[in-house]
């Protein structure tokens, strides 16, 4: 992300680099560069069970935090027929094995990925449980900035790059 | 008092604790959104958009606060300048420190995050990790070897016989799991080790792939706080690639590997994730506590403005309350001050000192008072004084003259203001002999003197009886005092009195043996009337009458000397005096021979008078014109009666004018002459004029008498109207 190139220049004034960082505050605010998102998001749903299915597109700078061990906590929140619900999916990258790992705290569900493809491929195909009412179903993919590390927690308010949410999407009730 | 006192305590304690909370509260928050687990993290942008509306609010405060400020400035408000100053003095002294402690800090801190990045450091863990990796990978090569050789083996032999191998297998490669997979996934064979393996894993669909293209594949994962070897290795059977068995195997990493292994990841991780959070962590830090800064620097201007003003205002006060007592409002007071200060010891000071000026001024004005009553007093007694006073000072030159004075000399006081005797002389030539007299005695600096001075060259020649006596100046000066008086009109005064008593003491003697007279003669007539002759009752009859008639005469004469030398004091009534002079007239109407011509004024004038009085005067008056004008005509009498009110030296004076069209007045007829017992008619007792003159002075007013042109006498009754 820009904030932190900012702020790798070694050997330069700290006075400057501190008036430096204050504009980053401004320049996040409207940080330009390739932005990710949530750009698809349906629901399959059939024999029983639910399926949701996106196309999540990381920006560089969060590929680079994935990569550098920023867990990226991605939330979904269900509401059918008054009821909500909501599950979370971490991703995070293991060093060690050079491994991505996706996993499910509620479900006990784990993967090891060999490469961020095919960790966000598998992230991308997101079984649901089943509503079990059969009428109109509202879905909402973000990615959880309360879960970040703390120090990115405040500048991910102000910077778009690490906004990453479908908006709420509602299906209709299945013919 | 006191509750405004508490309420002003409870405002800046809660200021205080307002920007100690922010500071607490952004400390906090800085803490919590740099080092911290970011607990409020869902809390940030409403954490921010309240500091942002803090701010905000603050500075419109602030705002409006300066703008007030500069009105006042503009309007010169008293305490304006000098909170203006206080205002910028606190700024300029809080601004740059807080800032340059902002700076430092954040100086400091961006040196304290940049310090913990060592590239040594970064290295070492980035060697360990590595070392971590070649282990596992060795590791992972020599299972991937034993599933083979394994795989190889179960290839000879028929799938009936997998089960033993692989039971025979374990021990001997100290797996945790063995396993053979059918083409769809069914378990051919299984063994395990370990309890907690006893189900046989599914190798993945990328794992299949791997195993089937490269013959043999293998991996570390990770499994809860485990981490364990698989490796899949594809059984040769003459059977097409889709169908043929996959072995897959688990070995264990040794247990004392797995915690410095997942230590050394968990520090290299974390190494890594600060070091690309490092920019974020100084962004954080610095938009914290540049808010917290912001905030508590605006509510430190605020806080200054308060204080400025609240410092000034009793210094504007103080120079209001100074202005005004400068204007002569003395007894301007200052509200007290809160706090036991130096500034309340002075607004203590100030209005004590207010008040003590205020009683000065009430003892000033009240000796001011003083003096102009009696100064106003002093003036009403030489103004009503019947003797002339005229005060010089040192230089001789004229300070005071006083009306009786003014009458005297025939001079204004205006005209002789200033001027010395010399410039009474030439403007009175007349009056020489008195200026230098009285020059005389200043130049010998007499002290207490008294001497006549004769006018010869006056007309009627008065007398003048002076009495000089030495003044102290209020400058120090020596001035003189001289009252003087017409030694003429004081001889008139002394032959009064002295016909008051002859008049007296004729009435007493007179009045004794009429009664007994008159009862004398009466008793003759009673008696011999019938007894006599006619002719000499006749001559009784007349003889008695006669007498008795005089005696009634003699009678009226001695009332008259009584009234003239015994006067009562009159009474003092409310008199309509157009009503009275009706009633009088009303009277001497009967007369056939007189004709009466009323010009009475037509609103009824009111006076304060003794009613009998008045009618006495306007009977004298109007008898001694009929008497007049009876004695000088043979034909009928026109007698004008008129009335009015004209001023008079600043008053109202009602003027009652009886004019008659006789003889008129003698020639050298003067008023001021006129003596009792002195009388130009044959049977006068020459006492009407001199009651009539008595009668109106005890009124306040006097009589004037002229001769008009066109003949006859004319006079005029002069009485104060009343308010």
Same mark, same amino acid.
């Given at each position: 992300?820009?904030?932190?190139?900012?702020?790798?220049?070694?050997?330069?004034?700290?006075?400057?680099?501190?008036?430096?960082?204050?504009?980053?505050?401004?320049?996040?605010?409207?940080?330009?560069?390739?932005?990710?998102?949530?750009?698809?998001?349906?629901?399959?749903?059939?024999?029983?069970?639910?399926?949701?299915?996106?196309?999540?597109?990381?920006?560089?700078?969060?590929?680079?935090?994935?990569?550098?061990?920023?867990?990226?906590?991605?939330?979904?929140?269900?509401?059918?027929?008054?009821?909500?619900?909501?599950?979370?999916?971490?991703?995070?990258?293991?060093?060690?094995?050079?491994?991505?790992?996706?996993?499910?705290?509620?479900?006990?569900?784990?993967?090891?990925?060999?490469?961020?493809?095919?960790?966000?491929?598998?992230?991308?195909?997101?079984?649901?449980?089943?509503?079990?009412?059969?009428?109109?179903?509202?879905?909402?993919?973000?990615?959880?900035?309360?879960?970040?590390?703390?120090?990115?927690?405040?500048?991910?308010?102000?910077?778009?790059?690490?906004?990453?949410?479908?908006?709420?999407?509602?299906?209709?009730?299945?013919? | 008092?006191?509750? /405004?006192? =508490? #309420?002003?305590?409870?405002? &800046?304690?809660?200021?205080? !604790?307002? @920007? %100690?909370? +922010?500071?607490? $509260?952004?400390?906090?928050?800085?803490?919590?959104?740099?080092?911290?687990?970011?607990?409020?993290?869902?809390?940030?942008?409403?954490?921010?958009?309240? /500091?942002? =509306? #803090?701010?905000?609010?603050? &500075?419109?405060?602030?705002? !409006?606060? @300066? %703008?007030? +400020?500069?009105? $006042?400035?503009?309007?010169?408000?008293?305490?304006?300048?000098?909170?203006?100053?206080?205002?910028?003095?606190?700024?300029?002294?809080?601004?740059?420190? /807080?800032? =340059?402690?902002?700076?430092?800090?954040?100086?400091?801190?961006?040196?304290? @995050?940049?310090?913990?990045?060592? $590239?040594?450091?970064?290295?070492?863990?980035?060697?360990?990790?590595?070392?971590?990796?070649?282990?596992?990978?060795?590791?992972?090569?020599?299972?991937?070897?034993?599933?083979?050789?394994?795989?190889?083996?179960?290839?000879?032999?028929?799938?009936?016989?997998?089960?033993?191998?692989?039971?025979?297998?374990?021990?001997?490669?100290?797996?945790?799991?063995?396993?053979?997979?059918?083409?769809?996934?069914?378990?051919?064979?299984?063994?395990?080790?370990?309890?907690?393996?006893?189900?046989?894993?599914?190798?993945?669909?990328?794992?299949?792939?791997?195993?089937?293209?490269?013959?043999?594949?293998?991996?570390?994962?990770?499994?809860?706080?485990?981490?364990?070897?698989?490796?899949?290795?594809?059984?040769?059977?003459?059977?097409?690639?889709?169908?043929?068995?996959?072995?897959?195997?688990?070995?264990?990493?040794?247990?004392?590997?797995?915690?410095?292994?997942?230590?050394?990841?968990?520090?290299?991780?974390?190494?890594?994730?600060?070091?690309?959070?490092?920019?974020?962590?100084?962004?954080?830090?610095?938009?914290?506590?540049?808010?917290?800064?912001?905030?508590?620097?605006?509510?430190?201007?605020?806080?200054?403005?308060?204080?400025?003003?609240?410092?000034?205002?009793?210094?504007?006060?103080?120079?209001?309350?100074?202005?005004?007592?400068?204007?002569?409002?003395?007894?301007?007071?200052?509200?007290?001050?809160?706090?036991?200060?130096?500034?309340?010891?002075?607004?203590?000071?100030?209005?004590?000192?207010?008040?003590?000026?205020?009683?000065?001024?009430?003892?000033?004005?009240?000796?001011?008072?003083?003096?102009?009553?009696?100064?106003?007093?002093?003036?009403?007694?030489?103004?009503?004084?019947?003797?002339?006073?005229?005060?010089?000072?040192?230089?001789?030159?004229?300070?005071?003259?006083?009306?009786?004075?003014?009458?005297?000399?025939?001079?204004?006081?205006?005209?002789?203001?200033?001027?010395?005797?010399?410039?009474?002389?030439?403007?009175?030539?007349?009056?020489?002999?008195?200026?230098?007299?009285?020059?005389?005695?200043?130049?010998?600096?007499?002290?207490?003197?008294?001497?006549?001075?004769?006018?010869?060259?006056?007309?009627?020649?008065?007398?003048?009886?002076?009495?000089?006596?030495?003044?102290?100046?209020?400058?120090?000066?020596?001035?003189?005092?001289?009252?003087?008086?017409?030694?003429?009109?004081?001889?008139?005064?002394?032959?009064?009195?002295?016909?008051?008593?002859?008049?007296?003491?004729?009435?007493?003697?007179?009045?004794?043996?009429?009664?007994?007279?008159?009862?004398?003669?009466?008793?003759?007539?009673?008696?011999?009337?019938?007894?006599?002759?006619?002719?000499?009752?006749?001559?009784?009859?007349?003889?008695?009458?006669?007498?008795?008639?005089?005696?009634?005469?003699?009678?009226?004469?001695?009332?008259?000397?009584?009234?003239?030398?015994?006067?009562?004091?009159?009474?003092?009534?409310?008199?309509?005096?157009?009503?009275?002079?009706?009633?009088?007239?009303?009277?001497?109407?009967?007369?056939?021979?007189?004709?009466?011509?009323?010009?009475?004024?037509?609103?009824?004038?009111?006076?304060?008078?003794?009613?009998?009085?008045?009618?006495?005067?306007?009977?004298?008056?109007?008898?001694?014109?009929?008497?007049?004008?009876?004695?000088?005509?043979?034909?009928?009498?026109?007698?004008?009666?008129?009335?009015?009110?004209?001023?008079?030296?600043?008053?109202?004076?009602?003027?009652?004018?009886?004019?008659?069209?006789?003889?008129?007045?003698?020639?050298?007829?003067?008023?001021?002459?006129?003596?009792?017992?002195?009388?130009?008619?044959?049977?006068?007792?020459?006492?009407?004029?001199?009651?009539?003159?008595?009668?109106?002075?005890?009124?306040?007013?006097?009589?004037?008498?002229?001769?008009?042109?066109?003949?006859?006498?004319?006079?005029?009754?002069?009485?104060?109207?009343?308010?």
């Amino acid at each position: 992300m820009p904030c932190s190139n900012a702020s790798d220049g070694a050997g330069g004034g700290r006075v400057a680099r501190a008036g430096t960082v204050l504009a980053a505050v401004v320049l996040a605010a409207c940080a330009g560069g390739e932005r990710g998102g949530i750009e698809q998001a349906g629901l399959q749903r059939g024999d029983g069970r639910a399926e949701l299915v996106l196309a999540v597109r990381l920006a560089p700078a969060l590929r680079e935090g994935l990569e550098r061990g920023v867990p990226l906590n991605f939330l979904v929140e269900v509401t059918a027929g008054g009821e909500r619900r909501e599950s979370h999916r971490e991703l995070r990258y293991l060093p060690l094995t050079r491994q991505y790992r996706l996993r499910e705290p509620g479900l006990d569900y784990s993967r090891s990925f060999a490469s961020a493809a095919a960790a966000l491929a598998a992230l991308e195909r997101w079984p649901l449980p089943a509503p079990a009412h059969e009428g109109t179903v509202s879905i909402r993919v973000r990615l959880d900035r309360t879960r970040l590390p703390a120090p990115l927690v405040l500048p991910a308010v102000f910077d778009r790059r690490w906004r990453l949410d479908s908006g709420t999407r509602t299906w209709p009730a299945p013919a | 008092m006191a509750s /405004a006192r =508490l #309420i002003r305590w409870l405002s &800046a304690a809660l200021v205080l !604790l307002t @920007v %100690l909370a +922010l500071s607490t $509260a952004g400390l906090h928050l800085a803490s919590d959104a740099t080092v911290g687990r970011a607990r409020l993290g869902p809390y940030y942008p409403a954490l921010l958009g309240l /500091a942002g =509306l #803090i701010a905000f609010v603050l &500075a419109v405060v602030i705002a !409006l606060q @300066v %703008l007030r +400020l500069l009105r $006042a400035l503009r309007q010169r408000a008293p305490g304006a300048r000098l909170s203006a100053r206080l205002s910028a003095l606190i700024a300029v002294l809080c601004l740059p420190p /807080a800032l =340059l402690v902002f700076v430092f800090a954040m100086n400091f801190l961006f040196g304290a @995050v940049d310090s913990r990045f060592a $590239a040594p450091v970064a290295a070492a863990l980035d060697d360990a990790l590595e070392v971590g990796r070649l282990y596992l990978e060795e590791r992972r090569d020599g299972a991937e070897r034993a599933v083979a050789e394994l795989a190889a083996q179960l290839g000879e032999s028929d799938r009936g016989q997998w089960p033993a191998q692989v039971d025979q297998a374990i021990d001997r490669l100290g797996a945790l799991q063995l396993a053979v997979f059918a083409g769809d996934g069914a378990v051919l064979a299984s063994a395990s080790a370990d309890p907690d393996w006893l189900r046989p894993v599914q190798p993945s669909q990328q794992q299949r792939l791997r195993a089937g293209t490269l013959g043999v594949a293998g991996e570390v994962v990770g499994a809860g706080d485990e981490i364990v070897l698989q490796a899949q290795a594809v059984v040769d059977e003459p059977l097409p690639p889709a169908a043929r068995a996959l072995l897959q195997a688990v070995f264990p990493v040794p247990a004392r590997y797995v915690p410095l292994a997942q230590r050394i990841e968990a520090a290299s991780a974390d190494y890594r994730q600060l070091e690309f959070l490092r920019g974020a962590l100084k962004l954080s830090m610095a938009l914290v506590l540049g808010l917290v800064l912001l905030l508590v620097l605006l509510a430190a201007l605020l806080l200054a403005l308060r204080a400025s003003r609240r410092l000034a205002m009793p210094v504007a006060r103080l120079a209001e309350a100074t202005t005004r007592i400068a204007r002569g409002e003395f007894g301007a007071t200052v509200g007290a001050v809160a706090g036991d200060d130096e500034l309340g010891d002075l607004v203590d000071a100030f209005n004590s000192m207010s008040h003590e000026l205020a009683l000065a001024q009430a003892s000033v004005r009240g000796t001011q008072a003083l003096i102009e009553s009696q100064r106003a007093y002093l003036d009403a007694v030489l103004t009503r004084i019947s003797s002339a006073v005229v005060g010089l000072d040192a230089g001789g030159r004229v300070r005071l003259l006083n009306p009786a004075g003014e009458r005297l000399l025939g001079a204004e006081a205006g005209q002789l203001q200033g001027q010395d005797l010399e410039a009474l002389a030439a403007l009175r030539p007349d009056l020489a002999p008195f200026a230098q007299r009285i020059g005389e005695r200043l130049r010998a600096h007499a002290s207490g003197w008294r001497e006549e001075v004769r006018l010869p060259e006056a007309p009627g020649a008065p007398i003048l009886l002076l009495r000089g006596s030495a003044l102290v100046e209020p400058d120090g000066g020596r001035g003189h005092l001289v009252v003087f008086d017409d030694a003429t009109v004081l001889q008139r005064a002394q032959r009064e009195a002295a016909w008051a008593e002859v008049a007296r003491r004729l009435a007493h003697e007179i009045k004794n043996p009429l009664t007994p007279i008159q009862l004398a003669a009466e008793r003759l007539r009673r008696r011999y009337l019938g007894r006599m002759a006619p002719d000499d009752a006749e001559v009784l009859e007349r003889a008695t009458g006669t007498i008795v008639s005089q005696v009634e005469s003699l009678k009226a004469l001695v009332n008259g000397f009584s009234d003239y030398a015994r006067p009562q004091p009159p009474r003092r009534l409310r008199v309509a005096l157009n009503a009275l002079i009706g009633d009088v007239l009303d009277l001497h109407a009967q007369d056939p021979r007189l004709t009466l011509e009323r010009r009475l004024a037509v609103a009824e004038i009111l006076v304060e008078a003794d009613p009998d009085r008045l009618r006495q005067v306007l009977n004298n008056l109007l008898r001694n014109a009929v008497e007049a004008m009876a004695a000088g005509t043979d034909g009928g009498m026109r007698l004008e009666v008129a009335s009015a009110v004209e001023p008079h030296e600043g008053r109202a004076m009602a003027v009652v004018e009886i004019r008659d069209h006789g003889p008129g007045l003698p020639a050298g007829f003067d008023l001021a002459a006129v003596e009792p017992y002195r009388s130009d008619k044959p049977r006068g007792s020459g006492l009407g004029l001199v009651i009539v003159q008595r009668i109106l002075e005890e009124h306040g007013g006097w009589l004037e008498a002229d001769s008009p042109g066109d003949g006859g006498a004319r006079f005029r009754i002069r009485l104060p109207v009343l308010a």
